[in-house]
T-cell receptor, first 114, second 115 residues
Framework: KAGVTQTPRYLIKTRGQQVTLSCSPI?????VSWYQQTPGQGLQFLFE???????NKGNFPGRFSGRQFSNSRSEMNVSTLELGDSALYLC?????????????FGPGTRLLVL | AQSVAQPEDQVNVAEGNPLTVKCTYS??????LFWYVQYPNRGLQFLLK??????LVKGSYGFEAEFNKSQTSFHLKKPSALVSDSALYFC?????????????FGRGTSLIVHP
């Protein structure tokens, strides 16, 4: 089975721009979660989607949004980029979530905001 | 609120020696505990998890972890370290809360195995 794929792998943007990141989960996985990883804050949960519905949301401003499509692929969008949004954005997929499931992570998208 | 602590930013060990990466947690309720490893420029890879049952959990690549409820710990161990084990290790906890299972991750511990 192919693993979780994320595109693009690297991205450079300037402050004020917006960005869209994409995640394709493992075939058969219907849950997709997004995380932000930075040296200062570590790994922080952004949001989780299951069957095209947002199930959970982390403590991030409204500039961070996401969606999931009927084929379980997911996108996240960050509007009005700030320097502090520079991070590795990780996507993880799993079978229907019950808390016990193992999450499978993609390689991440490294975003640099200048 | 749930929290996870990995008290050591870095652990150094010689190849062939046993290794331990520490994790303690604070939750209300029964936790689900996970260990992940991250190699440079890669995403996280699942190592093992504790849900219920036997306190000693065996995982990938020869790693194991022991759930200790009284000490609220879930330390990661391996009897004999390899240079290729050098990576960043994350402990994570989930507690069902109103149907939500948002995970909390520790800050990570960098494991360096010296030849």
């Amino acid at each position: 089975k192919a693993g979780v794929t994320q595109t693009p792998r690297y991205l450079i943007k300037t402050r004020g721009q917006q960005v869209t990141l994409s995640c394709s989960p493992i075939s058969g996985h219907r849950s997709v979660s997004w995380y932000q990883q930075t040296p200062g804050q570590g790994l922080q949960f952004l949001f989780e989607y299951f069957s095209e519905t947002q199930r959970n949301k982390g403590n991030f401003p409204g500039r961070f949004s996401g969606r999931q499509f009927s084929n379980s692929r997911s996108e996240m969008n960050v509007s009005t980029l700030e320097l502090g949004d520079s991070a590795l954005y990780l996507c993880a997929s799993s079978i229907p979530p019950d808390g016990q499931e193992t999450q499978y992570f993609g390689p991440g998208t490294r975003l640099l905001v200048l | 609120a749930q929290s996870v602590a990995q008290p050591e930013d870095q652990v150094n060990v010689a190849e062939g020696n046993p290794l331990t990466v520490k994790c303690t947690y604070s939750v209300s309720g029964n936790p689900y505990l996970f260990w992940y490893v991250q190699y440079p420029n890669r995403g996280l890879q699942f190592l093992l998890k504790y849900i219920t049952g036997d306190n000693l959990v065996k995982g990938s690549y020869g790693f194991e972890a022991e759930f200790n409820k009284s000490q609220t710990s879930f330390h990661l161990k391996k009897p004999s370290a390899l240079v290729s084990d050098s990576a960043l290790y994350f402990c994570a906890v989930r507690v069902p809360s109103g149907g939500s299972y948002i995970p909390t991750f520790g800050r990570g511990t960098s494991l360096i195995v010296h030849p």
